[in-house]
């Protein structure tokens, strides 16, 4: 879904580039992804054909109806942007701190019922639990983790601690291996 | 949607310091398939501790149809990101990852071995401080060990670790060991590497990866990661010559006007002064802007805005520099080219070259060798091809300012790119400037083409047909050329085949000579329209990138492309001197529509149908359109 809105946005507007903020320690095929990334006219990501990127010389010529997914942070680690944030004194969504919130634990992933809109499974009901998000995508396909960190030193000092990855929550990455890597063709992130 | 900042944590503040003192090491793995190249730093993240709870689970699940360590995990899975390369169990793409141990942050980029993915391991090793150099204890030093190791040499890597892996399986031989690395050391001296760290590991098994291993009591040297953690490859770039090149002239209102970019290297003062590299005009830095307020000193590495006292010209791709620290000003050097596409590179053909910000048309205009990347042996040649590495000199449009790449990477590494499909073909590293270049002026004199043009009665241009062999060029640029003359007009026509027999009789009809048949026809075209005259060039003129070059040869004179187009089907039937007859033999190779393709042109000033009308009708379109 999150694809298609984006392809269609970015057809709207006939943009040359997209930043974005992923990084290449996410995901295996996100390891793989120029700093500028050449889509072709359909938005698709021809990973075996990219265009080589050396030094800190950029290819940015486009052809028409061709675009780029430019990645700035691309080599920053999940706790180079906490600890950034925490330098720079950056406000964030609370739904990153934990509280208490109501969720209903599906496939090992804990979904949290933010309204009527939640469609619950036979058998499902929302218990309250101290959660937050540790990243935060598609409603309702990204789970919360079970946390007490309130604050963002207690955030990065659990994150030293951590020993599951930063895209764990998102049902989106576990749809097989390799999903990733086909919803960046299509034109995802 | 926002929660207050927490108060100042003493703690965290003590640990986040520790944090950014701590130092960056980006290296490289490289070395042939099935090294074990990937394995080695799945081991790393592994034994970093890198490797979370949830990676690990599916590791397991992926590794049990394949050879795993004591720990029953298949590495290599752990960095093996596209699907193709899973399936074939090599690494296709250079693949960034990221550790850290309590001394160190390492970014390690993972190179293909497999050779027609070479150009990866290029752009790996451009941003690397270090590389590790893996051999298999079990084949030693392989073509690829040489081929990397001589591509790590040319874009100025200077530590190299050879790692002498899957020491296990040879039985933690030491004799092997030393042979191999008497070997490597034998080729890789001429390379220049300023240290070459050896240790023999186990990747799978983890033998001198975090610490020495029992199973090697004859090495004495430091396991893999301390050696990595304590290896200084510090290249300090602020002590370097003063290097910024402009991205991008910030002029929100009348008020600014500033000049925005990364210091590329050196330092740079408010009170300054310095040089544009191009024009020599001197400026003094009035202000160093951030987004965070004015800085009084900036670094390499920072992105600033410099605003300076006065007026000076300067727009993107220039390059900012100090008096007495100029960088070469100059429209030819010699470099080194890394050829990175299926597509070869040919001398006389148009790239876009771009270097630090500066973007310009240049050509290859001498092939001076190519190198065999396993001997070291310069050899002749016409073309370069895909993963080959040539001695080349190239020409831009207009000068550049540049230096050597030993002296500064980033402002001597270079890219080619293709004019049309855009695509990065190539990558090169500057050796020198071409110093005949600056001394070589044009001579302008008083009579000039306007004049002699005027003499004649016209206005010189350049007419270039294109099209397949019979189309119809060379009857409709005769028909022209005869109601020019009837008309008084000067016209000369330069058809393909007379060219051939004269100053083009050396050539052949490789796609190399075809290159450089054009270039030199273009040349003559231009000398005639210089004296003055209407010039029909009639050459099937086959490539999109030979006829802009044409083009800008040409320069200022006015420049028509008409493109005879006349189907393939119609021009065999006619056939008119029996060639297509004889290609379809098989007797003439490389013809164009037969096996040799034809480009057509985007964007022709003027299209003539040549199936729908005779030539006589065609040139009179043709006389019409050009408005003499």
């Given amino acids: 879904m999150k694809t298609q809105a984006l392809r269609q946005a970015l057809d709207a507007g006939h943009y040359d580039a997209a930043i974005g903020g992923a990084r290449r320690d996410e995901e295996k095929s996100r390891a793989k992804e120029r700093i500028f990334s050449h889509r072709n006219s359909s938005h698709a990501w021809d990973p075996k054909n990219q265009r080589p990127e050396l030094w800190r010389v950029f290819n940015t010529r486009l052809n028409p109806g061709e675009s780029m997914r430019v990645f700035p942070i691309s080599n920053w680690t999940e706790l180079d942007v906490w600890t950034y944030i925490y330098r720079e004194g950056i406000e964030l969504p609370s739904l990153y701190f934990a509280a208490k919130r109501p969720v209903v634990e599906r496939s090992g992933t804990l979904i949290m019922v933010d309204d009527d809109r939640f469609r619950f499974q036979p058998g499902e009901t929302a218990r309250e639990e101290m959660v937050r998000f540790r990243t935060l995508g598609d409603y309702p396909l990204t789970g919360a983790i079970r946390s007490d960190a309130a604050t963002l030193p207690e955030i990065i000092m659990e994150m030293q601690a951590s020993r599951t990855s930063e895209r764990e929550g998102r049902l989106i990455d576990s749809d097989s291996i390799g999903s990733m890597e086909k919803k960046k063709q299509e034109g995802y992130f | ?628």
């Fill in chain 2, 1 to 628: 949607m926002t929660l207050p900042m927490t108060t100042p944590d003493t703690d965290l503040d003590l640990w986040l310091a520790q944090q950014t003192d701590k130092s960056l090491l980006r290296f490289l793995t490289c070395g042939s398939v099935d090294d074990g190249k990937s394995t080695l730093i799945g081991r790393l993240l592994y034994d970093s501790q890198l490797v979370l709870d949830d990676q690990l689970a599916s590791l397991r699940q992926e590794s049990r149809n394949r050879t795993t360590g004591d720990e029953g995990i298949d590495f290599s899975l752990l960095v093996d990101g596209l699907s193709a390369e899973r399936e074939q169990g090599i690494t296709i793409d250079v693949a960034y990852r990221f550790f850290a141990t309590d001394k160190r942050k390492f970014i390690v980029a993972d190179t293909p071995g497999h050779e027609q993915y070479t150009r990866n391991m290029a752009t790996g090793a451009s941003n690397a401080d270090l590389a590790l150099v893996l051999i298999d204890a079990r084949k030693g030093v392989l073509t690829q060990t040489r081929r990397h190791s001589f591509i790590l040499s040319l874009l100025g890597v200077k530590h190299v670790v050879l790692v002498v892996n899957k020491i296990d399986l040879v039985g933690y031989d030491q004799a092997v060991f030393d042979s191999i690395l008497a070997e490597y050391r034998a080729f890789a001296s001429p390379l220049g590497f300023q240290t070459l760290g050896t240790v023999p590991v186990s990747a799978l098994r983890g033998d001198n990866i975090l610490a020495a291993s029992a199973n090697t009591p004859w090495y004495t040297g430091a396991a893999l990661v301390p050696y990595l953690e304590t290896i200084d490859v510090s290249q300090d770039r602020t002590e370097a010559k003063f290097r910024f090149p402009v991205q991008w002239v910030n002029r929100p209102n009348l008020d600014f006007r500033g000049f925005s970019g990364t210091v590329a290297s050196g330092t740079v003062a408010v009170g300054d002064e310095v040089l544009v590299a191009a024009s020599r005009k001197p400026a003094a830095v009035k202000r160093i802007v951030c987004m965070d307020g004015d800085l009084q000193w900036a670094s390499a590495g920072q992105a600033v805005t410099l605003v300076l006292d006065r007026e000076v010209d300067v727009s993107r791709g220039d390059v900012l520099t100090r008096p007495g620290e100029t960088p070469e000003y100059s429209n030819q050097f010699q470099a080194r080219l890394v050829w990175m596409s299926e597509e070869p590179a040919f001398p006389g053909r148009s790239y876009l070259l771009k270097v630090g910000s500066q973007q310009v048309p240049a050509t290859i205009t001498d092939l001076k060798f190519r190198t065999n990347v396993n001997t070291l042996e310069q050899t002749a040649a016409t073309k370069i091809d895909l993963n080959e590495v040539a001695t080349v000199s190239i020409a831009t449009d207009k000068p550049i300012a540049f230096d050597a790449y030993a002296e500064n990477p980033l402002t001597g590494g270079f890219i080619l790119v293709d004019r049309l499909t855009n695509a990065t073909l190539g990558a090169g590293t500057i050796d020198f400037g071409l110093r005949r270049a600056q001394n070589l002026t044009y001579q302008s004199f008083d009579v000039n083409r306007g004049v002699r043009a005027q003499m004649k009665g016209q206005t010189a241009r350049i007419v270039w047909f294109t099209g397949l062999s019979g189309s119809g060029k060379s009857s409709i640029a005769n028909l022209l050329e005869k109601r020019l003359t009837a008309e008084g007009r000067h016209a000369y026509i330069l058809d393909g085949d007379n060219v051939r027999h004269g100053l083009n009789r050396d050539l052949g009809f490789t796609e190399a000579a075809r290159v450089e048949n054009i270039r030199r026809v273009a040349e003559v075209a231009k000398l005639m329209a210089d004296a003055g005259l209407i010039v029909l060039v009639s050459f099937i003129s086959p490539f999109e990138n030979e006829r802009r070059l044409a083009r800008e040869i040409a320069g200022d004179i006015d420049f028509a492309e008409v493109y005879v187009d006349t189907p393939l089907a119609v021009c065999e039937a006619r056939d008119p001197k029996g060639l297509y007859k004889r290609a379809r033999a098989g007797e003439i190779k490389n013809f164009t529509g037969i096996d040799s393709p034809f480009e057509a042109p985007s964007t022709p000033e003027l299209v003539l149908h040549g199936a729908d009308e005779e030539p006589a009708v065609l040139a009179d379109q043709l006389h019409d359109w050009l408005k003499l």
